[in-house]
Each structure stands twice: as C-alpha cells, then as structure tokens.
C-alpha cells in the first residue's frame, strides 16, 4: 500500500506534468523568481519535477522487484521531504503530517529490507524513528477530532444538546483510540494489526 502510494502519485504527475510546473512555478518555493525571470523558473521546476518523477517511479518498481531497496527507499524518502517545499507546502499540516508518516512507513521498511547490511543498532535506531513518524498523520486527525468535539455551540433544544454531547463523546473515544493506536505502533506492540486497522479507519 506504501508503494502504491508513490506509483499513483507519479502517474498523477505525469499525466497532468504541465499543470505541476505551473504549480511549483507560481505556487511552489520558486514564486519569488517567477515575476523576474518566468523562462528560468519553467526549466528548474520541469527538471525538479522530473527528478521527483524518475525516484518515484523507479524507487517505486525497485521496492516492488526488491532490486537496491537501500537506495529506493532513500530517494522515496527524498522526494518526500523535498515535496512539501516544492509544492509550498509548509503551511499545510495536513500534507506535512502525510508526508512524515510516508517517511516513518519508507524507515520502517527500510529497516526491515536492510537489516542484513547494518548492525542491529543502525537498523533499530531507522526502526524506531520510523515508528514514532508513521503515526503523524493519526495524530494529526485525532487533533482535529479533538478540535472539534470542544466547538460545541449553545442551544436551547435539548434534542440538539443530546446529538451534540453524543458525538463528543464519538469524538473523544475516536481520540483515545487514534492515540492508543499510534502509541501501540510506536512502541511496536502489534504494529501490524493496530496499522492496519488505522488504515482501514483513515
């Protein structure tokens, strides 16, 4: 599912590629230089996005062939930091929050792929780091459950006081939950079982 993830986002890329360089261009990190010099920032962010699509396409088929999975899983990870600042990105803590747990799921694959090549520390310190990174985007919806069960607004229907004090409390179990959960796969305690079942409630 991990790779599936990088092979859907390349293809996405490359059947709407101009649409990204006008993206990154405009709304991306090279807005500053688009005003001045458009030619140049076309070519840097063709060139930018095509290096994005080349780790994501290749990192994606050498994971899934389990050809070099070292550096496949290097320039999946790469091309993850690299995306939010491309994109301008930053500010959205949703796709900042994606992206970390993309990058504790590539660790943590990385660490089980390798784990022949490296010592055992090297291999659970990757291991480790990944696990408390891949329940980012977990936590940041149980922030945003938690946001919003305390928004309940006054009102003087009792029916509608009931409806929303129950689903505070559907928001506040799907809080403990999320953090249980995200606490069970960092620490490791069935991580498999508990990641799946995160994956199949997000």
């Not at 940041?140 to 069960?149: K, N, V």
């Not at 929303?164 to 409390?169: A, H, K, P, Y």
Request: proline letters at 2%.
């Amino acid at each position: 599912m991990l790779v599936a993830t990088f092979l859907d986002d390349s293809l996405h890329t490359a059947i709407s590629f101009s649409e990204h360089t006008n993206q990154v261009g405009k709304d991306g990190c090279l807005n500053w230089l688009a005003t001045t010099s458009p030619e140049l920032v076309a070519i840097l962010s063709t060139v930018a996005l095509g290096i994005g699509l080349v780790a994501q396409s290749l990192g994606s088929f050498c994971l899934l062939a389990l050809l070099q999975p070292d550096y496949a899983t290097k320039a999946l990870i790469g091309w993850t930091i690299a995306q939010p600042v491309l994109y301008g990105q930053l500010s959205n803590a949703e796709f900042v929050a994606e992206s970390l747990s993309l990058v504790g799921g590539l660790r943590t694959l990385r660490a089980h792929l390798v784990r022949k090549q490296a010592t055992h520390v090297t291999s659970a310190r990757v291991q480790l780091l990944g696990r408390l990174l891949l329940p980012a985007m977990h936590l940041y919806y149980a922030g945003r459950f938690l946001f919003s069960a305390f928004a309940l607004d006054e009102t003087t229907s009792l029916a509608t006081y009931v409806s929303s004090l129950s689903m505070f409390v559907v928001h506040a179990v799907a809080l403990v939950a999320l953090a249980i959960g995200s606490a069970f796969v960092a620490a490791g305690l069935r991580s498999r079982l508990v990641a799946s079942l995160l994956a199949l409630v997000n």
